[in-house]
């Protein structure tokens, strides 16, 4: 198991201001997000860890990753010709999510999207990470909740693979299954000559964190294959 404590955060005003897709940006704006970026990189400390883990025992709808059962039957299809995988949870670290804005809603608001921006970063910096050090090619990922068919409820079972989640980088699964801090994602890395995003097999018509357009030819297959 690997632990990375030490990922790399520069955060630009810039950027901050285009994830807000505001009309029209004031002065107002732009210093409170001049602000905080100075606040958030005094203590921002984002992290993930991973394991390598080994599939095997692949049935209809569901697999087994170093034991442990998983059952989700596009998860089963996308890991059909591969043996090691690299599960994973990445936060943006409790020490932003400690930074505390009493009464400033819009203040409150742009901590939240820099949390995001740094989650992102983490979640890049262990997607470069696997790629290198295990000469990966491309590689796509998974994460539990994200589809139906892959329950929520499976982020135990994903969490189990590394004992101590808290300890080793103080992100915590609480009963109904939400990590805390709340900007925090588990999931499974896999080598993949073609491309995954599980938006792809997601209809939902609103949702600003699309990150490729629905395809229902690509579900049909999916159920197809077994
Ligand atoms: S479209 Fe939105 S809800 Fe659906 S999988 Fe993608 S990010 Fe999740």
Known sequence: MEVLNSIPVRLEP????????????????????????????????????????????????????DGIRFTSRVLRVNLDKVGRVFPYVATCGREIDEIAIPDDFMKSYLLDVIKDMVLRSSISYLQDCLTRNYALGQVSRMNPGALKDWPIT?????????????????????????????????????????????????????????????????????????
């Open 154 to 226: 499976q982020q135990k079972e994903l969490f189990s693979i590394f004992g101590k989640v808290e300890d080793l980088i103080g992100v915590k699964l609480t009963e109904s299954f939400l990590m805390i801090p709340l900007k925090s994602v588990s999931g499974i890395f896999f080598p993949t000559q073609i491309e995954f995003k599980s938006c792809q097999l997601c209809p939902r018509e609103v949702c600003s964190g699309r990150r490729a357009p629905y395809a229902p030819d690509l579900v049909k297959k999916y159920r197809e294959k077994i």
């Open 14 to 65: 810039e950027e901050v201001l285009r994830k807000l897709h505001l009309r029209k940006v004031n002065e107002d704006v732009e210093r409170k997000v001049q602000e905080l970026i100075e606040a958030v990189h005094l203590v921002v400390r984002p992290k993930a860890v991973y394991e390598v883990s080994y599939v095997d025992n692949k049935n209809e709808d569901s697999l087994y990753i």
